[in-house]
């Protein structure tokens, strides 16, 4: 079909080429749908005419935004639904096109599990195998002995606890990975999760990852309050992933007490707990966990996030033996773009069936 | 009960301190059993007086080797049960105790597979996540950019393929492990397994780990010859594990030709096939395998073991980028001990019951 009889224009936008097989694929699937790819420069900040041709946005129904690069409502007068490549949409809430207008909103929620469950483990082992010698030993073309390696410290995460706090699609591919290695998994929710409903994963789930039915955990653990939070702390955790959203509620939630909490229940007598944090680095009191990291109360630590980003040269967080630092970017890779433009396709259908859309945002 | 009374004696010894834990609750369950440990220097080869007193060899009924530190029939009159902390007793076949005499025994086979299943997912990550850069970085105190970590070429396993060569304990803890990242498991035996019954693990399982059923490989594949193998190294395979025993007919199986063949098959446009070797270094060729590290055919190797051993300094596999070297310790860890105690534990009860041993080698 001509461009002319077209109803419904796709304009998907990104400071990167074309992710071709996923946009083909609903060129495909969707023939009436004319879809235009727009490269933009990386560091795009704002839409303007020589970003993105004001044809294409005055004509534009479906729209894609990422990194916050979103248009002005009187740019797309067309647009009646708009797909973040974000995991949440809390950076748009001043938005205009947020505020103003009822435009259906949809997010990436669910695609970020298998890489930062990935970077997560990576941690984990490179921490517990002390790899770090064995790289030294490669480097210098070195057989390690298991007296240099102390070999027989070195022990694996079979029966190990993992309390993992919040327990939404990153933290359910956590869980997977978790109990792959043979793990304990003991989750927290704000809300209760009594029923086999409430235990569901209700968003975008990549075929084969997390846990859809929320069957992993051996128990769950519930609270807005302090007291029930310690409660979940001392259960024996060897280890504790946050992964909450920010909030008022959840700002500096894990302090020194918490820490300490932790550190004292921590069943092994050898090993101290390790921290590990792919929310945001507000949810955790920074200086309590330097103290206690210094301490020794926890063993180590893998922050993907801090407070301030980038952590600044010469922060005492850097020169600390067992703390990772992810540059917060644990959540991307190449599939990032292909997944988040899957949820767009499977809406697609939805809209044409008159359907609630997948991760749909609800003002 | 005082010593003149027992009428069993259990004897212990390892080059290290008393593993308390296990040894004391064999102590409690069986009252009847005087249980002896001894800690012999490390390095010891030979059993002498000056090592184990001669009166415990002299009394010993059942008893554990470590190391192919193993008495002469002589010295042991009355040993009638013998548990090796080895996963196999190939090292032992040549000694009179196996010859010449019909002293049972049992091997420490099912222990080994949680700690080498986490050496291998390491290495995975850390080769697929770059993390020398990562770690790079945390020694200079430079938070990264996605730029020069090139993020977005970083991928994760999420449907990738591993073959697994030889699918018994070590192979089947692997297999847990790669579903707990979304990967697809094929695996490849010797004898077909066509029924729910021979694809049983039959040995000791630590609970919680595996794969007792056979249930995570989404298909079989067997045989002895060059074609079977080939079929199965066609797969469209991301990994290859190798997990076989060494003998005539593993000698050198994977060559030139099926390095070939594997990364011709991998179905990835941008990824080439990585190897991970956990049984042997003879079981592979190692010129063909470098050749193929160093031609690009295979995007990286991890190697616990390597011919000959310890890897001679300035070998060509040190310098290549890539490739890890274990320094055939994967195996190893804290709980070995008592895991394999486990073992002897179990088989005490057993013996009482007149019922055959877990994991009992037949001459």
Redesign the interface.
């Known amino acids: 079909m001509s461009k002319d009889d077209a109803q419904e224009l796709l304009l998907v936008f990104l400071p990167?080429p074309e992710p071709k097989e996923v946009i083909d694929s609903i060129r495909q699937q969707f023939p009436t749908i004319e879809v235009a790819f727009v490269e933009i420069p990386p560091g795009t900040l704002e839409i303007t005419d020589d970003v993105i041709p004001s044809d294409l946005l005055q004509r534009a129904t479906i729209m894609t935004t990422a990194f916050g690069v979103i248009p002005h409502p009187d740019q797309t007068p067309q647009l009646k639904y708009l797909h973040s490549f974000s995991a949440g949409v809390d950076h748009l809430i001043n938005h205009p096109i947020f505020r103003d207008t009822k435009i259906r909103m949809s997010t990436s929620s669910g695609i970020h599990g298998?890489?930062i469950?990935?970077?997560v483990?990576?941690n984990w082992?490179?921490y517990?195998?002390m790899?770090?010698k064995?790289?030294e030993?490669?480097n210098q073309?070195?057989?390690?002995?298991?007296k240099e390696?102390r070999?027989?410290?070195?022990?694996?995460?079979?029966?190990q606890t993992v309390g993992i706090l919040g327990y939404g699609s990153i933290g359910r591919?956590v869980a997977?990975?978790?109990?792959?290695?043979?793990m304990r998994v003991l989750v927290y929710t704000a809300q209760p999760r009594m029923t086999p409903e409430s235990k569901r994963d209700t968003g975008f789930i990549?075929p084969?990852?997390g846990d859809p039915d929320g069957l992993i955990p051996e128990a769950w653990y519930s609270g807005r309050d302090k007291a029930s939070l310690h409660n979940f702390l001392a259960q024996g955790l060897d280890h504790l992933v946050v992964s909450l959203p920010l909030n008022a509620g959840t700002t500096k939630l894990i302090g020194k007490e918490e820490l300490e909490i932790l550190s004292a229940h921590c069943d092994s007598t050898?090993r101290r707990p390790f921290l590990t944090n792919i929310s945001r680095g507000k949810v955790i009191d920074q200086d309590a966990l330097l103290s206690a990291l210094q301490s020794g109360a926890l063993g180590g630590a893998a922050l993907d996030v801090t407070d301030p980003?980038?952590?600044p040269?010469?922060?005492p967080l850097?020169?600390q033996p067992n703390?990772?630092?992810?540059?917060h970017?644990s959540a991307?890779?190449?599939?990032?773009w292909e997944r988040s433009l899957e949820i767009l396709r499977l809406n697609l259908t939805r809209i044409h069936e008159g359907k609630e859309l997948i991760n749909e945002y609800h003002r």
Do not use: C, N
């Open positions: 990167l298998p890489p469950a990935e970077w483990v990576m082992l490179v517990s195998r790899y770090t064995i790289l030993a490669k073309q070195r057989w390690l002995t298991f390696v070999q027989w410290e070195v022990d694996d995460h079979v029966g591919q997977r990975a978790a109990s792959g290695l043979g990549i084969g990852t050898t980003e980038p952590l040269v010469g922060h850097w020169e703390v990772h630092i992810g540059s970017m991307f890779g190449k599939r990032y």
